[in-house]
């Protein structure tokens, strides 16, 4: 247990060393957000009436799905520069430790991408009166990116090799992460419209979160380890 | 459930169904036919090299 | 020689089963009281949507003996049962696509059951490209492999959310959640034995092709052991 908690940590604190190394890393998912956002007011025009927290919703989470996208898909590209990812490969590291180090990474660039995207809608959209940035609707953001987070170390990992990987990635990612924006669209439309609380949404949109993120994780720490095993 | 336009030719819908069907599944079907029958040449081909190297 | 004359036999049965089945569906089952005639078209599409969420089920097993195994045959299964579950996917689209226009009035429906084959569709296509993208070997197995597990631990939870999200499609006629049908008996028969027929054909048409991609490794194999 300690072994492995020690590998993590140094995967996660090598994983911030490239990320803060490299500030464009984080910052052009981050503006690309800011653009998506921009081109979304100018195809939508003022957002008023009854649909107005739904078409913000969906402006949100489309916006953020994009951005994470392009993080997630990307993520691994210093270590294999570098060479460190076919080093890893031969060390007696746990894969499992591996894979919650870089899931663990990912997950704060994740944030660091999400809560600005979310906030910038509320304040870009201000005059509307609906706002994201609430407890309830920031939870359900943040159970959705644990499943997105998971999923997408996963197949980083897996198009790495690829020499389609421009377009196989996006191909990939955004159908199996459907019922991830259906479920966050759904739920913040709940929390939003409805003033339905956290603990109904159990039941139903929140639930299917949390399952995703689960399932997502554990094929993580199952697979991964295979995928990285040197031949 | 009320059928959309009663009165309708179901002909056209029902032969272009099976028709889509039948063209999907019989096409991949002769794709696989063609494709042993050019790889089988290739082998037979390779096997005819492999002698003749002898 | 022998074994070809059996898979030409083969062959001839699969196109007399469903030639049988489909002149059963067309011509024998009786008529449906609201959709009329139309509902026929149920005795393709039905089956082949079954055959097509099926065939994710065998790719999640094949993918398993690959990761435990490590043996290429596997992986080769993969692949062979991904392209076949796309032609039913795309099948299962076209058909639902035609009946849906007399029925509902329009070609295309954000109905749960059509939207998961649209997604499932997505996810064959990139299994496939994923597959042919990357370098033959032990580590493309494995990569599909892994894809092949996530593919189909997904296909439940995107069926759930998107049942969730909105449904059009008639309420499931086969079994009700209280254990009865809703469809005539006359008619369950017949499409149950469509969708028999359907599963049988799907296997025959993976097995055939599993051949064709071994045959194809054999060959490079050989032509590296020829080269001098």
């Given at each position: 247990m300690k072994l492995l908690f020690s590998q993590t940590m140094t995967i996660v604190r090598h994983g911030f060393k490239i990320e803060w190394a490299n500030p464009e890393r984080?910052?052009?998912?981050?503006?690309?957000?800011?653009?998506?956002?921009?081109?979304?007011?100018?195809?939508?025009?003022?957002?008023?009436?009854p649909d107005t927290a739904k078409l913000l919703v969906a402006e949100t989470y489309l916006t953020a799905f994009f951005s994470l996208q392009i993080s997630f898909?990307?993520?691994?590209?210093?270590?294999?520069?570098?060479?460190?990812?076919?080093?890893?490969?031969?060390?007696?590291?746990?894969?499992?430790?591996?894979?919650?180090?870089?899931?663990?990474?990912?997950?704060?660039?994740?944030?660091?991408?999400?809560?600005?995207?979310?906030?910038?809608?509320?304040?870009?959209?201000?005059?509307?009166?609906?706002?994201?940035?609430?407890?309830?609707v920031i939870t359900v953001a943040v159970t959705a990116l644990s499943g997105m987070a998971a999923l997408g170390v996963l197949l980083s990992t897996m198009t790495m090799g690829s020499g389609s990987k421009q377009i196989l990635y996006p191909l990939l990612y955004f159908p199996l992460t459907a019922p991830v924006l259906i479920s966050a669209v759904e739920a913040s439309k709940s929390i939003l419209v409805d003033n339905v609380n956290l603990q109904s949404l159990m039941s139903s949109w929140l639930g299917l979160l949390l399952i995703f993120g689960v399932m997502s994780f554990t094929l993580g720490i199952l697979l991964f380890g295979e995928l990285v095993k040197a031949e | 459930m009320s059928p959309y336009g009663e009165g309708l030719n179901p002909i056209p819908y029902i032969s272009a169904a099976f028709g889509i069907a039948a063209l999907m599944l019989g096409g991949y079907g002769a794709w696989i036919v063609v494709q042993r029958k050019r790889l089988k040449a290739i082998k037979i081909a390779s096997q005819y090299r492999k002698e003749t190297r002898r | 020689m022998e074994s070809e004359k059996l898979h030409v036999g083969m062959s001839l049965l699969m196109i007399g089963l469903v030639a049988l089945t489909w002149t059963w569906g067309l011509k024998w089952a009786p008529t449906e009281l609201h959709m009329g005639e139309v509902y026929r078209i149920i005795y393709v599409h039905?089956?082949?949507?079954?055959?097509?969420?099926?065939?994710?089920?065998?790719?999640?097993?094949?993918?398993?003996?690959?990761?435990?195994?490590?043996?290429?045959?596997?992986?080769?299964?993969?692949?062979?049962?991904?392209?076949?579950?796309?032609?039913?996917?795309?099948?299962?689209?076209?058909?639902?696509?035609?009946?849906?226009?007399?029925?509902?009035?329009?070609?295309?429906?954000?109905?749960?059951?059509?939207?998961?084959?649209?997604?499932?569709?997505?996810l064959y296509c990139g299994y496939l490209i994923l597959y042919s993208s990357l370098a033959a070997g032990p580590q493309r197995n494995k990569i599909a492999a892994t894809l092949g597990i996530i593919?189909?631990?997904?296909?439940?939870?995107?069926?759930?959310?998107?049942?969730?999200?909105?449904?059009?499609?008639?309420?499931?006629?086969?079994?009700?959640?209280?254990?009865?049908?809703?469809?005539?008996?006359?008619?369950r028969i017949a499409l149950v034995s469509c969708m028999v027929v359907m599963i049988i054909v799907g296997a025959f048409l993976t097995y055939q092709r599993y051949r064709n991609l071994a045959l194809a490794e054999e060959l490079e194999k050989l032509s590296y052991e020829q080269t001098p």
């Open positions: 984080w910052l052009s998912p981050i503006l690309f957000a800011i653009t998506m956002l921009i081109l979304f007011s100018f195809s939508v025009g003022t957002i008023e009436g898909a990307r993520f691994l590209e210093p270590d294999q520069q570098d060479g460190v990812f076919s080093l890893l490969r031969t060390y007696p590291l746990s894969g499992s430790a591996w894979y919650l180090g870089k899931y663990i990474t990912v997950m704060i660039m994740g944030l660091l991408i999400l809560i600005p995207t979310i906030f910038l809608t509320s304040f870009l959209h201000a005059k509307s009166g609906v706002s994201l940035m609430s407890i309830p | - | 039905v089956p082949a949507a079954f055959t097509a969420f099926f065939s994710a089920f065998i790719l999640l097993i094949a993918s398993i003996v690959t990761l435990i195994k490590k043996e290429s045959s596997a992986g080769l299964w993969g692949r062979s049962v991904a392209e076949v579950g796309l032609i039913f996917t795309v099948l299962t689209l076209a058909t639902g696509s035609i009946w849906g226009r007399p029925t509902w009035g329009v070609w295309w429906e954000w109905d749960a059951r059509l939207t998961t084959t649209l997604i499932l569709a997505l593919i189909a631990a997904d296909v439940p939870i995107i069926y759930k959310s998107v049942t969730w999200w909105r449904t059009l499609h008639q309420p499931p006629t086969l079994i009700r959640p209280g254990g009865e049908s809703t469809i005539d008996p006359e008619m």
